[in-house]
């Protein structure tokens, strides 16, 4: 019986890689669904215009959420309530600094 089920060890290396290709391409398809962008906000908890990237919906340009905010402590770790979202929607005619389609 030596050498007649060697294959079987790499049924589960197969499976794994298949599972993380999966994962891979369907992270990459759920980033297309976002557009990402830096602003100057107004910011109504500093009171005073903080630059910000902020994470819109491709199709309905609706704002979903800020990524990044140089008013809070940790830029990288917002954690308010984000009062500047609906500041921000209803300002989208303004044009981006910087805008980073993902």
């Keep these: 019986m030596t050498g007649q089920a060697h294959w079987i060890s790499l049924v589960p290396i197969l499976l794994g890689a298949a599972g993380i290709a999966i994962l891979l391409l369907l992270d990459s398809a759920g980033e297309r669904t976002f557009h990402v962008e830096e602003r100057t906000l107004f910011c109504p908890l500093r009171r005073r215009d903080v630059r910000a990237t902020i994470a819109r919906d491709v199709h309905s340009l609706r ?10 402590p940790d830029p990288d770790l917002v954690t308010c309530d984000k009062p500047c979202i609906g500041r921000c929607q209803a300002n989208t005619g303004l044009p981006a600094l910087h805008a980073v389609a993902h």
């Design 63 to 72: 704002v979903l959420g800020v990524r990044r905010c140089a008013g809070s």
